[in-house]
């Protein structure tokens, strides 16, 4: 069983990710932290194998909350996963369905550097293909519906 702490301050995206993670047989939501101190006093206490740690957030943030993590001796099997803001970026582009050369237009750049934030981000969230990313990116609140107009 591979024990999940997610750090994030928006409450959706706790949310999503703790939906995908409680649909995994072999994973276990370890607990929630809404800032950076809360984050680093739960992975203190109870000892995760992994954080899904944002990198924006109040009281410290994401790398403050990841350096003084991996500083901790006793934290040491304790590995720590970011989804830098241009890879959130790039899921909730591709959730809107733009294809890799839209998304680079957008973004102003590259083809290659869309396909690398895309990779990286499935790589991170164990997505198959690009339609589990546009689950999770709705699912966690990257992306939301839209109404029709009437």
């Given amino acids: 069983m591979i024990r999940v702490v997610v750090a ?23 607990g929630e932290a809404g800032d950076g101190r809360a984050a680093v006093e739960l992975v203190r206490r109870e000892l995760p194998d992994v954080v899904l740690m944002d990198v924006r957030m109040p009281v410290m943030d994401g790398i403050e909350a990841t350096r003084t993590i991996a500083a901790d001796p006793r934290l040491a099997g304790v590995r720590v996963v970011i989804l830098t803001g241009r890879e959130r970026e790039v899921v909730g582009l591709v959730a809107l369905g733009l294809a890799n050369d839209e998304i680079a ?46």
């Fill in 8 to 30: 994030d301050d928006q409450a959706l995206f706790r949310a999503g990710a703790r939906v995908l993670l409680e649909a995994e047989d072999d994973l276990e939501l370890a």
């Fill in 105 to 150: 237009d957008r973004l102003v750049v590259s083809p290659a550097t869309v396909r690398t934030h895309v990779s990286r981000a499935m790589t991170k969230l164990h997505a198959r293909d690009r339609a589990q990313l546009v689950v999770f990116a709705y699912q966690s609140g990257l992306a939301q519906t839209r109404s029709r107009p009437t």
